[in-house]
Structure formats: C-alpha cells, structure tokens
C-alpha cells in the first residue's frame, strides 16, 4: 500500500510545463471525488484515509481544518460529509511525510528561500523542534525547554507593546481562548488574526449597523430561502460544501444571483456526488442570474438595486420604522443617484441591474452571502453596510429564510474572535477577564496585521510571535513584510509544516510543531477535545482520530501554558498565580473559564456536550433586536465614487487556485479554469489581450503603480485568455501579493485591498528560471529600476 504513496518533490515548480485548456461548465462530481482520494491516498495511504475522511466533520469526529462552513443538523449528515477540498486539507495534515532534524541540516535557510510555498508545504510535517541562532545557516533541533527559556528570555527585555502575538484561523477555541489572556496577562493587546486580512471590513461594517460583527443566519435559512445572493465569493473553490445548500435550496423554488468578475463553474451547476442526478445526471443549475460586475463595482451595484426597490415601494415600511433609524438620510441619497456613474463602475446594463432588482422586489425572504470579493477593497466597510442596507429595506434580517451571510474563510477565525483574539477588545470582554483572573488587562488597543509589519520596520516591535498560519504569504507587500520580520530580534511560528514564514525570520528565530486537528491529543495524560465555532456562530466539538506525526508534537493548549509560565514565572500578584498547569492538565477548565468571561458563553462545557453543540446568541437574528448605538438597525449613506483607472492600466483582483486554500498549495492544477501544472497566469479579456498587442501564452511582468510614485513589480506571468469585464485582470495569490503597497487598505478595517489593484502589463524579459522569493520583488519610485535576482527554481520557457 506504501506504493500508492508519493514521495515529497525533489524539483520545484516547471511553469514551462503550465497547460491551459476549456473552463468547466460544473463543479464537484465524480471528478471531485477522483481527485479527492488521490490526494489522499497519496499523502497518507488507504488506512489513514479511511480513519480520517470517515470522521471528518462527523459528530464524534473532528473539524475541518478548511472553511467555516457549517455542518448539517446531525440527524442528517452522510457517511462522507466532507467535500474534496476538505479532503485535500485533511491529506496536507494526515501526510505520512515527515520532516526532522536531519532535513533541516541538509538545506540551508538560503537554499529555502529560495524555494516556493508549495515546494515547502510538500515536504511534510515538522516533528522536533528546531531553532535559527543569532548568525547560524541552518536550523538545528532545541529541547522543548530551552525553546520556552528563549521566548521568555526575549519577551522579558521588551516592553510587552513591543511584541505582536499572531493569530491564525485554525486554531482552536481553547488554545485561543489561552493564548490571549497569556498575552494580556504579559501586558498587550497587539493580537492581530488572519481575521486582519480577510473578513474584517464585515466585522467592523456589521458591528456598526446591526451591532454584531457575525451573521445572522442559520443553514436551515439558506436552504429555505427565496433568493440568495452570492457577492464576491466562489464557493466551488472556496466553501464547497455551501454548493450542496445552494442545491437544496433550488429544488425547493429558490432563485440564485450570482455576482462576480468571473463565472465560476460552481456557480454555473453542481453535479453532486452523493446524488444521482450529480453521477450520471446533468446535475443542478445554480444562478438564475449572473452579473459580471467591474472590479469594485458592487457598491455601485447594491446602491442602485435599492434605488430601484425604493422606487417601486418594494419594501418593508413596519420593519423600517420600528427597528431602523437613518432611513430618509440613505433614501435621499439612493433617489439622486447618478446612474451613469453606476453604469460606468458595474460595467453592467441597466437592464441587468432592473432584472436583479425585480427578483429582490419578487423575494419576502433573501438571504445576502459575501466574502474577499467585498471586503477586500478600499471601500469594503461601505460595500457590507450597503448589503445590510439591503437587508433592512425588504426586512430581511431576523426572520426565517433570510439574513446576512458572511461566509469565513478559514474553519475558526470566527471563534478565535469569540475567544478574544482581537486587537480592539470589547470592554465587556476585558471587565470579564480582570473579575475572573483578578488582574486589570490591558486597555489601549494593539496592532492589527498591517499595523504590525509598520512597527516591525520601523524597530517599534522585536519579537514576533506566529501562532498557526504563514503571515509572511498571508500579507500584503511582501518584500515589505520581509524586510519588517526580518528586523525582529526574535519570529516564532507555532506550525505543523514548513512554510515561508520560517524562511524570513528575525535574529533569532524557533519553529514549534503542534499537534494537528486530526490527532489525538493526550495531554495532562487524557484525551482531549476542543471546539470550535462555524461561520454561522455554531459551536461544536472537535476530537482527532490520528497517532500524532511525531512524539515530539505538543498541543497549542500545551505550549501556550508552557510558554506563559516561561515568561511569567516569578511575577507579582494574580499574573504570577495564573492557573496555567491547570488549564493544559484539563481544557474542561478553560471551557469553564470561557462560560465566565466570553459574552454569550455561558454554559459553555455543558452546551457543546450536546450532539452538534450549540448556537451562540445572536439579537438582530435572535430577536431582531440590534445592540447599536442607538439601540437600532442603521441605514448608512455612502457617496458613490467611481474607481477610474489610467488609459492602458487594468484591475488586478488576487484569488485562490482551486488547487489552495489560502496560502496553502495542495497542487498546481485550477481545473475549472482550465489550467494544469502551473500558478504563474494572468487571466485577461480577450480584447484586453489584442489591445495590448499580445497573444494567449505571451510573458508578461505585472508592475502596480500608486499614488506616491512607486511602483511594485511581479515577473513573467502568462497570458490566458478569459470571460470578464473590460479592464479586469485576475491571478493567483502569493504570488501577487508583493504587488500591494502596505497602505493599500479598507477605510474604516485597515484590511489590505488584495482586490483592487491598478497594474500595467510589460512584455517579459526573463529568460530562464523565475525567482520563487517573494523578496526578490522589490518595490520602486521609478519604472525603469526593476531588477531580478538569479535564484533557481521556478522555471519558465
């Protein structure tokens, strides 16, 4: 059986070899399920595949490690509850590759470097921990102890302000719910999260006008609702077991709109696999209607849609005066829109816009859905209230069948919010936490994600710590983002396997590897559970099924405890008796110390007992009762401004490969867009391609130009043609993210804009090998200074 397994990649990507064939009209299927189990059977063999798929998203099983989201009622879930990418994520940590002592000692730090995320990521599981001392070349093995010492050592000579502690989305809700008051106890709010990045722009547009930065429905909801709208987002790469709602939801009468640069297969059909008609059939139409909206064009687009529904008296006037306030102040503004200004930035036709309007006005239950294609622009606080506009005209939040739906996109990034992992606590949160700890947390607000890279550069910060995730890839600006971690007097990342971020470190730098979500964890010498929550605040338990990679691997819970009493150790007061033994021996009692300290969480241990867990209190869904200001929903007037873009520019939009999830790199296949074996693409408009007087397969550099001057270059992409409106562009991120400037951000979040950027397209001069080092592209004031390092392992024709 070990035949079936594939051994790690000796060379890194050939992108000679990218092959671009037809778009799919379909997501999922038997294909799906073909891919699915060979990743899995490649990576972790029949017996791990069987022990691990079969209990994955179960209710004895543990959860995802990809999107958030939700399961179904547990009354009504298959044998295979998982979809094939969730299978490709469950394979990249259930991998029978293992990576020691012995691999770091055979390649330099420089030699890694070079090498890309996926050639990294492939090379399998960390299993000792390993430290970079101050001048060394390579990473070498340390004891779980001295490794502690260290931290502490270092976290004890800043000033707590002067340490960012990172957050990734997977981790747990108990080591989360650890790591934060660890960080409060050591005296500093600088918790920015992968939250930073993606969903911010909701967290804060929500919060403001509904007073809850969370959606407001159920999946009972989607799949009851008359119309749903899918805005920004691609659930057959991204949440494809949303497809599987979307389905149900059609065959009881639901209309779907589909808005997105892009027709994405996945919301073309779905052929499910666990049906018939998904086998042998032709399977199930999703979108009745598609609007290929301009990069940027959504606010424009939901301003007008309201304009229309206003003028035709399509809305919910009782709603509107008992739970809204600002209502005449939105509609006189929505009456004198300019409809030329909203023509230019959809790139729609009025009649595309009237016919979505008319679906709305035809709808007594829409559910509105979102993700990265709306929060991530400069404008992506406005664009969520303006959805929520939406909502609160037709009365469509707290009501069965309707809602808003920001669907996450990462499998805990919501519950790690729950726990406190947040750069802005609520004062409730930290009242809490000082009755229940007895010690006064800190009350200024830390950094968020952007801000810490600022402070890392400018010697503000020294230590950076990384608890899951790959923030180096994760951030915008990525040569910035280097040069600022590389400042640092210490960088440790709390990882399962290799990425980029171990690879840019500080003068110092320690890699911890964990236990994954698939494995059993025995620490305190008894089985352990944690939980997690869903994106739509649905908690439940996780409990994993693997012997871990290595004897070496430590929970987040353990080395979280661990590292606390390393660094505290000796301190006055409540800080110095906090319970960390405790808490690691048994996360039954962090559980408890949850029910006390995060709002809505009472009970906590009991609720999450129950078969499926529970839901956690939501008043504008729960009661429509909306926890503002004003104690109302609120109706928000943004002016429209049109996004123009210079003669010969286009708009950079980055996404993820189907072959991803986020900056992981399961393989090099985008098959329903049609590319095979290759990353490095820019999907443009054919007329785009003959204006520019270029060909399908040309090399091309893409350079992005701001307003300071400066300009920021990414070499040798290759040209395909694709469906989508004029003047727009796509490509695959990492791989574009040295393209953002730092201070390319949503007004209001600060979350980088990874959506929106202008570029230009110049012929490419590379010959021969392209660098995988994301460092190598540097950011300039003029356009004629770009240079490239010969690094080796990316080749191109």
């Known amino acids: 059986m070990a035949l079936l397994r594939r051994k790690p990649p000796v060379d890194d990507i050939d992108e000679s070899k990218v092959e671009v064939g037809g778009t799919a009209h379909a997501a999922a299927g038997v294909t799906a399920v073909a891919v699915a189990m060979k990743h ?21 099983g543990f959860d995802c490690q990809g999107c958030a989201w939700p399961d179904p009622d547990p009354k009504h879930r298959h044998t295979a509850e998982f979809c094939e990418n969730g299978a490709k994520a469950v394979a990249e940590e259930g991998t029978t590759r293992r990576i020691g002592p012995e691999f770091f000692a055979a390649h330099p730090i420089a030699e890694l470097r070079q090498r890309s995320d996926y050639w990294l990521g492939q090379q399998g599981r960390i299993t000792q921990p390993m430290v970079l001392r101050p001048g060394a070349t390579h990473y070498a093995p340390i004891s779980w102890d001295d490794a502690f010492a260290t931290i502490g050592r270092h976290l004890n000579a800043v000033d707590p302000d002067e340490a960012i502690f990172y957050t990734s989305g997977k981790v747990s809700n108990e080591a989360a719910f650890a790591y934060q008051l660890f960080v409060r106890a050591y005296g500093t709010n600088n918790l920015p999260d992968c939250s930073n990045m993606c969903h911010e722009s909701t967290s804060v547009g929500l919060a403001e006008v509904i007073g809850i930065g969370k959606g407001s429905v159920s999946l009972h909801d989607v799949e009851t609702a008359e119309l749903i709208v899918v805005a920004g987002q691609n659930p057959g790469t991204n949440h494809p077991r949303m497809l599987s709602a979307l389905e149900k939801a059609k065959r009881a009468g639901a209309k779907i709109i589909a808005i997105n640069p892009l027709r994405e297969a996945g919301l073309v059909r779905f052929k499910n696999p666990q049906k018939p008609r998904g086998v042998i059939g032709n399977g199930t139409g999703i979108a009745d209607l598609h609007l290929p909206v301009r990069i940027n064009g959504d606010l424009a687009l939901f301003q007008a849609i309201g304009a229309l529904l206003l003028e035709w008296d399509a809305v919910d006037h009782a709603f509107i005066e008992q739970h809204t306030t600002g209502f005449e102040e939105w509609a006189e503004g929505v009456r004198a829109l300019d409809w030329d200004a909203v023509l230019r930035s959809t790139g729609l036709e009025r009649t595309q816009i009237e016919e979505a309007a008319r679906m709305f006005q035809a709808s007594s239950a829409t559910v509105l859905c979102w993700a990265m294609g709306i929060t991530q622009h400069h404008n992506g606080v406005a664009t969520v209230k303006e959805l929520a506009n939406l909502a609160f005209l037709q009365g469509n939040i707290g009501k069965p069948g309707a809602g808003l739906c920001p669907v996450r996109g990462h499998s805990n990034v919501q519950g790690d919010r729950t726990m406190g992992i947040w750069e802005k606590p609520p004062t409730q949160f930290l009242d809490n936490l000082q009755a229940e700890f007895g010690f006064e947390p800190p009350r200024e607000h830390g950094l968020d994600a952007v801000a810490a890279v600022q402070a890392l550069l400018d010697g503000e910060a020294k230590v950076f710590f990384g608890m899951g995730g790959n923030f180096v890839s994760a951030m915008s600006d990525t040569a910035v983002t280097e040069e600022a971690l590389s400042k640092a007097a210490l960088t440790v990342h709390v990882s399962t396997k290799l990425n980029r971020s171990h690879v840019v470190h500080g003068e110092e730098a320690l890699i911890l590897p964990a236990l994954g979500r698939s494995e059993k964890d025995l620490t305190g010498g008894r089985p352990q559970r944690v939980t997690v929550e869903d994106s739509m605040s649905a908690v439940h338990a996780s409990k994993g099924p693997l012997a871990p ?13 661990s590292m606390a009493e390393a660094t505290l150790a000796g301190r006055d007061g409540a800080v110095g008796a906090l319970p960390w033994d405790a808490l690691r021996s048994d996360y039954t009692e962090i559980r408890r110390r949850i029910a006390r300290v995060a709002p809505g969480c009472e009970g906590y241990d009991e609720l999450v007992e129950q078969p499926g867990g529970f839901v956690l209190p939501h008043p504008p ?9 004003v104690g109302k929903a609120v109706f928000t007037r ?87 409106p004029r003047g727009c562009a796509a490509a695959y991120y990492p791989e574009t993210n040295p393209l953002i400037a730092l201070n390319h951000k949503a007004e209001g979040s ?8 202008i570029v230009r397209l110049e012929r490419s001069t590379t010959t021969g090998p392209v660098p995988s080092d994301a460092g190598a592209y540097h950011a300039h004031t003029g356009d004629d200074e770009r240079e490239q390092r010969p690094v080796d392992p990316v080749v191109l024709s």
């Not at 063999?45 to 209710?59: D, F, I, K, S, Y």
């Not at 004897?551 to 405890?561: N, W």
């Open 40 to 60: 899995s059977l490649e990576q972790m063999g029949p017996t791990r595949t069987a022990q691990t798929l079969l209990r994955l998203n179960q209710v004895e």
């Open 549 to 561: 990679a290595s004897e070496h691997l430590r929970s987040e819970v353990d080395i979280v405890c």
């Open 621 to 629: 869904r729960d009661s429509r009762s909306f926890p503002t200001e």
């Open 638 to 724: 943004t002016p429209l401004a049109v996004l123009d873009v210079p003669e010969g520019r286009l708009l950079l939009q980055t996404m993820r490969s189907h072959d991803q999830f986020n900056t992981t790199i399961y393989g090099l296949d985008d098959r329903y867009r049609g590319i095979k074996g290759g990353r490095r693409v820019v999907f443009l408009h054919p007329d785009d391609i003959a204006a520019r007087g270029l060909a399908e397969g040309d090399l091309v550099d893409l350079i992005s130009e701001w307003p300071d001057g400066s300009t920021r270059f990414a070499p040798a992409f290759r040209v395909v043609s694709y469906e989508q």
């Open 750 to 757: 600060n979350q980088p804009a990874f959506k929106s950027i």
